[in-house]
């Protein structure tokens, strides 16, 4: 019998986020550096942005941005988000994002490598409870 699955739950693929392989690839992964990412919807042209600023010596990225609520008020967000690091089996290290959300009153805490913004806040998938395109699709019908 084939897999199918409706799910409730919101879809990663579609969220703004910040993935760590696209920070070191842009050499934000070296000592300090400022700049800002930008995000294009594909529905509708419109863009978002955030400005951002890592620190591999104190260990954190810290995000800064604005957001326009449904009824047109603003609000501003400034806060960082811990960097840890695990060694590698040839040497070097790999850096990872340590989820600042909480779930049920509980601090995740969780060592991930991609923060999506579900909320009003960057996150883990686990604390935002998301799932992906992939885990929807009957494999019966997949080619």
Not at 122 to 128: E, T
Request: aromatic share 18%.
């Amino acid at each position: 019998m084939g897999r199918w699955s409706f799910s409730s739950k919101q879809e990663a693929d579609y969220l703004k986020k910040v993935e760590m392989w696209w920070l070191k690839k842009y050499g934000y992964l070296n000592g300090w550096k400022s700049g800002g990412i930008e995000w294009k919807s594909g529905f509708s042209d419109e863009k978002s942005s955030i400005g951002i600023e890592v620190c591999t010596i104190e260990s954190y990225v810290r995000f800064f941005y604005t957001q326009t609520e449904q009824d047109g008020e603003k609000k501003n967000f400034d806060y960082k988000v811990q960097l840890t690091t695990t060694p590698c089996n040839y040497g070097g290290g790999r850096y990872w994002f340590i989820c600042p959300l909480s779930k049920n009153g509980v601090y995740c805490g969780r060592r991930v490598g991609v923060l999506y913004k579900a909320g009003d806040y960057f996150g883990c998938r686990h604390c935002y409870d998301l799932t992906y395109n992939s885990k929807n699709e009957n494999r019966r019908y997949k080619s």
